[in-house]
């Protein structure tokens, strides 16, 4: 069987033929429907195996993905969640930027701020530690302010 033929233009060809031989199956039709059939296990191995690959890029950009975000300490999400604000700065001589982390009382979400200036609002915290890694904050620095 020719691979650039379509599959189903093959089969849907050796059915017509086969339904004017009144329903007789010769031995070229018979070939033919074993061609067809050689042609979907292909595809079907070949479809496995890229599952197998989105899978594997699909785990590895998660990987990627927490390797390239900010982890908060247990404390600090539980002061977080108490109402308490999280400091953060990118630069030890303190000549950088000052972050501040804390969750809205009224919306519930969590809100950053940058140099003074609300940048951040979200429902989760993923998308700020990812924000927060972005901007080289240095975590040792963190501090937690009532």
Known sequence: MKHFEKISERLETTLANIEHQKGRLFWDDFEKLEEVLQRIKELEEANE??????????????????????????????????????????????????????????????????????????????????????ENVIEDLTEILE
């Open 49 to 134: 195996t890229n599952l197998q690959s989105l899978q594997r890029t699909a785990k590895d950009l998660v990987l990627l993905e927490n390797k390239n975000k900010m982890k908060l300490t247990k404390t600090q999400k539980e002061k977080l969640n108490e109402g308490f604000t999280l400091l953060f700065r990118n630069s030890e001589d303190c000549e950088g930027d000052l972050f501040a982390l804390w969750q809205s009382k009224q919306t519930n979400h969590f809100c950053l701020e940058m140099n003074a200036k609300i940048i951040k609002a979200t429902k989760t915290l993923n998308p700020i530690l990812a924000k927060l890694k972005k």
